[in-house]
């Protein structure tokens, strides 16, 4: 596996240490500016203190440390002082500052706060800044100020915003379809499992009525089949009838996989360059037709991610057998990977199944390295007759 470009360990940083960051690079920008153009003393007409300068400076670029998670408050306070500082001092100015909030404030608020706040605070400080430190400016010369401090910061700042709503809305619309795939998916598998309890149910009732006069024991045994076998067959119809979506594909009347595959699916993992190793904690036990295949798609579901995306890895999977419930672990040891922005669609469609179950899921990273998904699927108790 490759190891994380230099772009990538960046975007983990921090964003309040990016911010903080440029809060000082602006003040040192503002303050180099005023330096170099031999403005950084004292207007003795207006009588203000360079001190006092410096200060107002430096109170309007400190909020930009948290422009992203304050964004209104922030360009309040930068607004009011790029306003001060107008008014006292010729020489310095806020004009990065307020580009900068201005552009967050319009990047980070919805659409009402930003034409009743972000709109009205940006060119009110932006017309009383530029008046106040250059009296004898005409108002073409303001209006093409504002334009270039504010109005084109809060423009990119919407488009952002705007940019960045599509790409959530989209992913949110691609979770959702996921949802309703894998929704389709469990109905048609637990479809086959009906379907299959049904078959067993009629070849056991044959089975009785032939025997029955000859033979009650046996017909008494195959009664029982049955109703143990009608019995798991209405609970997994219930939770068909809960999910069920009419997606118009048919579905072959034939036992899906369980446990009892697995050692068929580590050996195909196995033979795709992954080491696995298998651990069983506690005495198995027999588990009803939909909860056992869940719990080995939830397995292949883990096996699966673990050779995409752990690269030379080993793998281990745990069958912990509760009292009340079975827990899954699969595992590996890769190396640490960037987590996306959103779950895949395959874990996605494994949390439907769990929590169709009642169960619980968890994925994560491992402390010392790699990655693990851990499933707790609750056992039914059979009803009592």
């Known amino acids: 596996m490759d190891r994380p470009t230099l772009w990538e360990r960046l975007r983990r940083v921090d964003p309040l240490i990016w911010d903080s960051l440029l809060a000082v690079a602006v003040a040192a920008f503002s303050i180099l500016g005023a330096v170099m153009g031999?403005?950084?003393?004292?207007?003795?007409?207006?009588?203000?203190?360079?001190?006092?300068?410096?200060?107002?400076?430096?109170?309007?670029?400190?909020?930009?440390?948290?422009?992203?998670?304050?964004?209104?408050?922030?360009?309040?306070?930068?607004?009011?002082?790029?306003?001060?500082?107008?008014?006292?001092?010729?020489?310095?100015?806020?004009?990065?500052?307020?580009?900068?909030?201005?552009?967050?404030?319009?990047?980070?608020v919805d659409r009402e706060r930003f034409s009743r706040l972000t709109v009205p605070i940006s060119i009110g400080s932006a017309v009383v800044s530029l008046v106040l430190a250059y009296a004898g400016t005409n108002w073409v010369e303001v209006l093409i100020g504002v334009t270039f401090s504010v109005g084109l910061p809060m423009l990119f700042g919407r488009i952002g915003f705007n940019r960045r709503r599509r790409i959530s809305l989209e992913r949110d619309r691609a979770a959702h379809d996921a949802v309703i795939d894998e929704r389709a998916r469990i109905a048609r598998e637990l479809h086959d499992v009906v379907a299959h309890a049904m078959s067993v149910m009629v070849v056991q009732a044959g089975a009785a009525r032939r025997v029955i006069d000859d033979d009650p024991d046996a017909a008494r045994t195959a009664i029982g089949r049955i109703e143990a076998t009608g019995r798991d067959g209405m609970t997994e119809m219930r939770r068909l009838i809960a999910i069920l979506k009419d997606d118009g594909h048919g579905a072959e009347l034939a036992p899906q996989p369980g446990l009892a595959q697995l050692d068929a699916l580590v050996e195909t993992?196995?033979?795709?360059?992954?080491?696995?190793?298998?651990?069983?904690?506690?005495?198995?036990?027999?588990?009803?037709?939909?909860?056992?295949?869940?719990?080995?798609?939830?397995?292949?579901?883990?096996?699966?991610?673990?050779?995409?995306?752990?690269?030379?890895?080993?793998?281990?999977?745990?069958?912990?057998?509760?009292?009340?419930?079975?827990?899954?672990?699969?595992?590996?040891?890769?190396?640490?990977?960037?987590?996306?922005?959103?779950?895949?669609?395959?874990?996605?469609?494994?949390?439907?199944?769990?929590?169709?179950?009642?169960?619980?899921?968890?994925?994560?990273?491992?402390?010392?390295?790699?990655?693990?998904?851990?499933?707790?699927?609750?056992?039914?108790?059979?009803?009592?007759?």
């Open 38 to 108: 031999g403005n950084a003393a004292p207007d003795p007409a207006r009588g203000s203190l360079t001190a006092s300068s410096y200060t107002l400076l430096v109170l309007g670029c400190a909020p930009l440390a948290v422009r992203r998670r304050w964004p209104i408050a922030v360009l309040v306070a930068v607004g009011g002082c790029s306003v001060v500082l107008s008014s006292v001092d010729h020489a310095f100015d806020l004009t990065f500052a307020l580009v900068l909030a201005s552009y967050t404030a319009a990047a980070h």
């Open 269 to 385: 993992v196995r033979a795709a360059g992954v080491p696995v190793e298998v651990v069983t904690e506690g005495p198995p036990r027999e588990l009803p037709s939909g909860l056992d295949l869940i719990a080995y798609r939830i397995v292949q579901e883990g096996l699966t991610n673990v050779i995409k995306h752990a690269g030379r890895a080993n793998a281990r999977v745990v069958l912990g057998w509760q009292a009340d419930a079975l827990e899954i672990e699969v595992a590996d040891d890769g190396r640490p990977i960037a987590m996306p922005s959103a779950p895949g669609h395959g874990l996605i469609g494994m949390r439907e199944r769990v929590a169709l179950y009642g169960g619980s899921l968890e994925t994560g990273p491992r402390p010392g390295g790699g990655f693990a998904l851990r499933a707790r699927l609750p056992f039914e108790e059979a009803p009592v007759t």
